[in-house]
């Protein structure tokens, strides 16, 4: 079973509209689930993160984690072209190394 | 605003050569890490490096692979005998140490390697 599953789309949305990126993993060991923005040819950008369950908010960004069951998630409200790019779920143990997803590819439709 | 580069950003070898890939990181960041993409495919760890040493290593990081600050700013990865697996984009990143346990790692552009 692979440590982080993530559709990889292409997901298409019109301008303004509510975009959900999930993410499911099977390590328990997870405690921080961050997610990173990654434009063509560039390296990843730090979205931002959370750790163990519960929600964060960074303006139009939302990041929710159930433990529980094990799934990840990223909303993003009012979504603007410019936030087309791939974005990728990766969980941390504590012990450093990122566990990246193979990411999912958004397009926002002016 | 402070970031991690990496030269060059593109390196074009002959399989079987030696290639060093460079990074500078964040001035004030104490942990670094490699990671390569090969292309359509993830984002892999290949290792992590904290106070002079490897911290951890993945599997992908055999004996082909080392790693050194040679200076107070570098940080370089070496690849002793390219394959022609090694073609990937290699990313450098680098983070804040806290308790020797870091979670926001910064990433560089990244190097892209084509070994032919």
């Known amino acids: 079973q692979k440590e982080v599953e993530q559709d990889p789309g292409p997901l298409s949305v019109p301008e303004g509209a509510i975009v959900s990126l999930n993410c499911t993993y099977s390590n328990s060991a997870f405690q921080y689930f961050m997610w990173y923005r990654q434009y063509s040819r560039k390296g990843p950008e730090l979205l931002m993160y959370?750790?163990?369950?519960g929600n964060k908010e960074d303006g139009r960004f939302t990041a929710q984690v159930d433990k529980s069951s094990k799934y990840i998630s990223l909303f993003i409200r009012d979504s603007q072209p410019s936030d087309s790019a791939t974005y990728l779920c990766?969980?941390?143990?504590?012990?450093?190394?990122?566990?990246f997803g193979t990411g999912t590819r958004l397009t926002v439709i002016p | 605003e402070p970031e991690v580069t990496q030269t060059p950003s593109h390196q074009v070898t002959q399989m079987g050569q030696e290639v060093i890939l460079r990074c500078v990181p964040i001035?004030?960041?104490?942990?670094f890490y490699w990671y390569r993409q090969i292309l359509g495919q993830k984002v892999e760890f290949l290792v992590s490096?904290?106070?002079?040493?490897?911290?951890?290593k993945s599997e992908i990081f055999d004996d082909q692979f080392s790693v050194e600050r040679p200076d107070g700013s570098n940080f370089t990865l070496k690849i002793r005998s390219t394959k022609l697996e090694d073609s990937a984009m290699y990313f450098c990143?680098?983070?804040?140490?806290?308790?020797?346990?870091?979670?926001?790692?910064?990433f560089g552009p990244g190097t892209r390697l084509t070994v032919t």
């Open positions: 959370t750790y163990s369950s």
């Open positions: 990143a680098s983070s804040e140490a806290l308790d020797r346990v870091s979670y926001e790692q910064y």
């Open positions: 001035s004030n960041h104490l942990y």
């Open positions: 490096f904290y106070n002079n040493e490897i911290s951890e």
């Open positions: 990766a969980p941390q143990t504590g012990a450093n190394n990122l566990f």
